[in-house]
């Protein structure tokens, strides 16, 4: 089946610090992927995605995402943490769904980042 | 320009009863989206729409039935609102469907901030 998965539920790291959040994906073909990040009582809001190209995208608020296709891995990284960077992160992958295509959602990482 | 706009914020309803969610987008979008979202498990796709006069069924469809009689907005109903339809609804909007021209850097969705719908 194809999937998405985020191995943690919540990840803490202090200011200044640099940060990872894990994304791993199973999908046929080649894989489409997105980073969102949800504020407190607000919609998702889009970070970044890989299509094709390097594997290295960046993205919004000086996020990053490294794509590796052997670990089939989407993980995303900042390189010093901001308190405002405190947030729910959702991996993302396009799959087949009929004649068009959907998102598929991981669980979501939530992030905090302590001063 | 107020993007992806949902009414209403919050709705508390008893099992049994109906109501309607209005999602509506002023960017001029193609494809819109109903998603739910459940602890622990992200967003799950309920409906969509690929145009004016269209919708097609999600992951998650059952016990809910959409409109999109103009462009701009996308209803949800819920005939008879059930304990397990208790979540926080999203609604996005984007200008190409996600397989459309994947590379084109206006397919990404924008999301409205939510209606938080409590079921008795």
């Known amino acids: 089946a194809q999937s998405v998965a985020q191995p943690e539920d919540q990840v803490n790291v202090a200011e200044g610090n640099p940060l990872t959040v894990k994304c791993t994906y199973s999908v046929s073909g080649n894989p489409y992927l997105f980073w969102y990040v949800q504020y407190p009582n607000r919609g998702l809001q889009f970070l970044l995605k890989y299509i094709t190209g390097d594997n290295l995208v960046k993205g919004s608020y000086g996020f990053e995402a490294e794509f590796n296709k052997s670990q089939t891995s989407f993980h995303l990284k900042k390189p010093s943490a901001l308190v405002s960077d405190s947030a729910l992160y959702f991996c993302a992958v396009r799959v087949r769904m009929d004649s068009s295509y959907k998102l598929i959602f991981g669980s979501g990482t939530r992030l905090l980042v302590r001063p | 320009n107020a993007g992806v706009t949902q009414t209403p914020k919050f709705r508390v309803l008893k099992t049994g009863q109906s109501m309607t969610l209005l999602c509506a987008q002023d960017m001029n979008h193609e494809y819109m989206y109903w998603y739910r979202q459940d602890p622990g498990m992200g967003l799950r796709l309920i409906h969509y729409s690929v145009g004016e006069g269209t919708t097609a069924k999600g992951e998650v469809p059952d016990g809910y039935n959409v409109s999109r009689l103009k462009k701009q907005n996308f209803l949800l109903g819920l005939e008879s609102a059930a304990p397990s339809q208790t979540s926080v609804y999203f609604c996005?909007?984007?200008?190409?469907?996600?397989?459309?021209?994947?590379?084109?850097?206006?397919?990404?969705?924008?999301f409205g901030p939510g209606t938080r719908l409590t079921v008795l």
């Open positions: 996005a909007s984007s200008y190409m469907g996600p397989g459309q021209g994947a590379t084109n850097p206006y397919n990404e969705q924008f």
